[in-house]
């Protein structure tokens, strides 16, 4: 019985399916063009104006149960990818509906990974941040709001973020990005 496993196992080997470059190809072969990013949508909690170049997010803070309440409008961890055009001036109504914990948000860097604790916070953009962004009893608390403006005035990716210790590292963070194309809306 061994011997037979043992030269199932070679057959499946000498077969290519064991193939260690296989995984460092692109599904389609090595001349395959890399996937197209998923479609924009502007969603009802996005409001955008071209002509008077504003944007408003109505952003919340434990919207669903996802990640223990740890999350924005129910996407964490890099899911829900919003996109604003740069040069717009842009106000995040910010409101928490997770019933135990105090959060925060501020446009930060877009990082691999975060730390426990934030010493310090400089938004991207002057005033990209709530108030108390680092304080667990002095940020915005269960069913409090919020409300700040800025202009995204400079393209390229960042992370909306929330600074309360411990909560970034376990996923409230999605990522943020000023387009020089003017698109708008969030990449799911």
Do not use: K
């Amino acid at each position: 019985m061994r011997t037979v496993l043992l030269s199932s196992m070679a057959i499946f080997l000498l077969a290519g399916c064991g193939d260690p470059d296989a995984a460092d190809q692109p599904a389609d072969g090595p001349d395959a063009a890399p996937a197209e990013p998923a479609a924009l949508e502007t969603p009802d909690w996005i409001q955008v104006d071209d002509d008077a170049e504003t944007v408003r997010i109505d952003l919340i803070a434990g919207e669903t149960g996802s990640n223990n309440y740890w999350n924005f409008n129910g996407f964490h961890g890099g899911q829900g990818e919003i996109v604003v055009p740069e040069g717009y001036e842009v106000t995040i109504y910010f409101e928490n509906r997770d019933p135990n914990m105090a959060h925060s948000v501020g446009v930060g860097e877009l990082e691999a990974q975060y730390p426990s604790t934030f010493s310090e916070v400089t938004p991207i953009f002057e005033g990209a941040v709530s108030s108390n962004p680092t304080s667990s009893s002095e940020s915005t608390l269960p069913g409090e709001s919020e409300e700040f403006t800025f202009v995204a005035s400079e393209a390229g990716e960042f992370a909306l973020i929330c600074y309360v210790p411990a909560h970034a590292v376990t996923g409230m963070w999605m990522p943020f990005t000023v387009s020089a194309e003017g698109e708008y809306g969030v990449r799911s």
